[in-house]
């Protein structure tokens, strides 16, 4: 039986140096900056989108996506209150409907654009979650934050042309097949976001 060539796996390929998030960790990984340059290159992407990177274990949050019942809230106070209170946290919370989801989707897919913040689930939907300006929470699991880059990777022009059109067939983003080095790359850039949370 011939193969389907839009089966076979894509030739890794570097990331898209164009954006200025992406160049600062090429940076990084090649000896030629800092992280400090990628975590401030970040934060005005952050800012920019009204999206926040949180990362830290989470246990008590995975599962529904949440909105504040009165926005807005300081989401970065209400996850520390999650460990002390968890019933008072509640108090603030209730689950995201479809227009705080529309709201939200449309806010993440420009950050993506912006970031090309390609790590596969293992790497970042452990340990990460994202908040938006209003006080919103989001999760997402392995699988779940794999089949949302793949989707995102599918309708960015960009990515399309450089993987081939691999991601017309599948549903889950594994970042060793699509980005060349990945691995170094994936900590390079989960470094930054530990950094940017740790200041």
Not at 8 to 19: A, G
Not at 80 to 97: G, H, N, S
């Amino acid at each position: 039986m011939p193969s389907n060539s839009i089966n076979k796996l894509p030739t890794p390929v570097e990331l898209n140096r164009e954006i200025p998030f992406v160049k600062a960790v090429y940076d990084v990984m090649e000896g030629k900056g800092d992280l400090n340059t990628a975590v401030d290159i970040l934060k005005q992407q952050e800012l920019a989108h009204g999206l926040f990177i949180h990362y830290e274990e989470f246990d008590g949050l995975w599962g529904p996506n949440l909105m504040p019942k009165q926005p807005p809230v300081d989401a970065t106070k209400m996850l520390a209150l999650i460990r002390t209170d968890p019933d008072k946290f509640m108090e603030y919370y209730v689950e995201a409907d479809d227009a705080a989801d529309k709201n939200f989707k449309l806010k993440l897919n420009r950050f993506l654009d912006d970031t090309y913040m390609v790590l596969d689930g293992s790497y970042f939907a452990h340990d990460c979650l994202f908040t938006l300006d209003d006080g919103s929470i989001r999760t997402f699991a392995v699988g779940e934050w794999g089949a949302y880059l793949a989707r995102w990777a599918k309708q960015n022009p960009w990515m399309q042309q450089a993987l081939n059109n691999y991601f017309n067939e599948v549903n889950t983003f594994y970042g060793d097949v699509v980005v060349k080095d990945y691995y170094t790359w994936a900590t390079t850039a989960l470094a930054v976001i530990e950094r940017k949370c740790s200041k």
